[in-house]
């Protein structure tokens, strides 16, 4: 069987344990003499992996019961669109902070439905860093101000919580869910497409405070409504089983590694080994994001040029480093150094990055 | 490893020749060093899935190039929505003929929006059968006339293509899509939750004429617009890449298999099967769907009394015959025989009907 450290920024690595184990049991779940795939939503072996998966994702980010997890489909993207729906009006906007593409593509599903407003932006320096407190304009009568916490693109990642002023803080973690603790109670929404950190792709995990979520305003379409995922246990419909299935599995595995503290440790040693290879190469390599918003997820650089970039693809691809080609509006080079990297991942193609430095 | 027949309505028994395909390659597919789970959706490996997914499709619709295939995530519930979102206005409303529970399902969400017409129902007789084409009222203003093709709840399902006077058909055929030849060419939308004839939950397939698909409303939320599915051949943001890839895998068993005609002889053979064993039981068994709306997807029967019901579902899992309870709004029974199931699985189903009856 070949492997190869998977730099891309998702659908992602996924850990090699929980990969096996859905392998050994994919034709037989807990003898039920089904395949995971084939069994029903109704059936208690299901909702035994569905509530499972619920609870630990509750005690990893250390919330109560006054908050609750759903899954819907359709990505980010389509929460993008959600959110304005379920809480924005004209008169209580969304506010919102750009820091990035996904944080612009969703401020645009608000202004479609013209009930956003921008509270900061980074676009004018070329999102290479997040918006400081100081900059945050949230007026006091916004439904929400939203985040997107990590920026898989630009790289770049919030270390601070924003000081709202009682507005709800909404957040997009796709990127940064559980790879790190951060006081997850000062959030009211938090959302995160699963395949960066958690899963295949498929499912979005929305962890909300119950109170936001119990009711949705009226004539909104039933698939659009938090509050149809929230009183049906995110069984209203046939959900994405498997993706979920997965998702349980590496939460899991993230609780048995050592928890959210141990991800951190990880995922910082991880960063650190890369941006420590950008930073010692006398400017061969350079950072793309501002150092104090740099991302533990994702690390972008660039070459000297275009033709020298094109052959380190070519070059990592050879040495098993698979991924690492950057987002075309940022260009240059992204390692995705997600929950499931390991260590010798980074050192890998830190190592790589010497030994093509010394080469060109 | 234990294997049981399984009856679920949805999810649903799968090929086991595709299962074993799927977990032999899922660490490493196609020597990418990367599960299938893991794969960038702009990679060339996946694109080659979704690309023969489509295609596979179109070609045992035998439709030609001017229908798109599209992968939408939401499952069938969400199109209930988009439906209407994208062609349905006040002055060209759809068009429904309620024939169960998801037909009227997709009708409120045309009503929530205040768009909707009912162009029959047989909801008065229990929905025991589908409307005649004599019954069905379509307006001649009617944006689409909708019908739900096969009605899994009530087991019942259509067995002629409605004429609409030239108002564009749509339908549902999430629980008959790809289980026997049809005149696709008739239809101007078809749309299918994939978790019953083609693969694991997660993805619903829409095909479509391009002419209907080429621009969506204004001020239509990004992920709401089958124009931004249609552009970006489904690869707007990340698509369930698994639950695709399931598809591709299953709809080539199909093609491998001998095609439509080759699912319509094994379905109407396993229905007659076990529609004899209810016709032959002297009333013990009653079916519950009028001889003419027989559905070849979901065979529905009641027995005597409750009581004999409930001893029927725990001695049938008993002989490895899993999922055979009905629908609560109709009770009794419910044995869902979709193209996965062998007719070994519906013998064995009508052998233990008759061992049952003649024990009680």
Not at 231 to 254: C, D, E, H, Q
């Amino acid at each position: 069987m070949k492997r190869v450290y998977n730099f891309n920024p998702g659908p992602a690595t996924l850990p090699i344990e929980v990969l096996k184990e859905a392998q050994a049991e994919f034709l037989d779940f807990e003898n039920s003499g089904m395949s995971i795939t084939e069994i029903s939503h109704r059936s208690k072996p299901y909702e035994k992996v569905h509530n499972e998966a619920k609870a630990d994702i509750l005690e990893l980010m250390q919330l109560g019961d006054d908050y609750e997890v759903l899954f819907i489909q359709g990505g980010a993207s389509l929460q993008f669109a959600m959110i304005p729906l379920n809480f924005a009006t004209k008169e209580n906007p969304g506010s919102y902070a750009l820091s990035g593409t996904f944080s612009s593509n969703a401020y645009k599903e608000a202004e479609i439905l013209g009930v956003g407003k921008i509270a900061a932006s980074t676009k004018d320096g070329g999102f290479k860093r997040v918006p400081r407190q100081d900059e945050l304009n949230i007026e006091k009568n916004s439904a929400y101000f939203h985040v997107c916490y990590n920026n898989t693109i630009y790289g770049t990642e919030y270390h601070y919580i924003p000081e709202t002023g009682g507005v709800p803080l909404f957040a997009d973690m796709s990127s940064d869910m559980l790879s790190r603790p951060v006081d997850f109670k000062k959030f009211s929404l938090i959302y995160a497409g699963v395949q960066k950190n958690l899963g295949p792709a498929g499912v979005v995990i929305v962890v909300a405070k119950k109170s936001l979520i119990e009711k949705s305003p009226e004539n909104l379409p039933t698939m659009l409504r938090y509050d149809t995922f929230y009183k049906k246990n995110s069984l209203y419909n046939t959900p994405p089983a498997f993706s979920i299935y997965m998702v349980g599995k590496v939460v899991r595995w993230i609780k048995e590694s050592g928890g959210l503290e141990e991800m951190a440790k990880r995922n910082s040693l991880k960063a650190k080994i890369l941006y420590d290879a950008i930073d010692s190469s006398g400017g061969f390599y350079a950072g793309h994001a501002e150092k104090d918003s740099r991302s533990l997820m994702n690390v972008t650089f660039r070459l000297p040029n275009e033709e020298l970039e094109k052959k380190f693809v070519a070059e990592a691809l050879e040495n098993n480093l698979s991924g690492v080609k950057g987002h075309r509006s940022v260009g240059g080079m992204r390692a995705s150094i997600y929950n499931a990297m390991p260590v010798e991942g980074a050192e890998a193609l830190a190592e790589f990055m010497k030994k093509f430095q010394k080469e060109n």
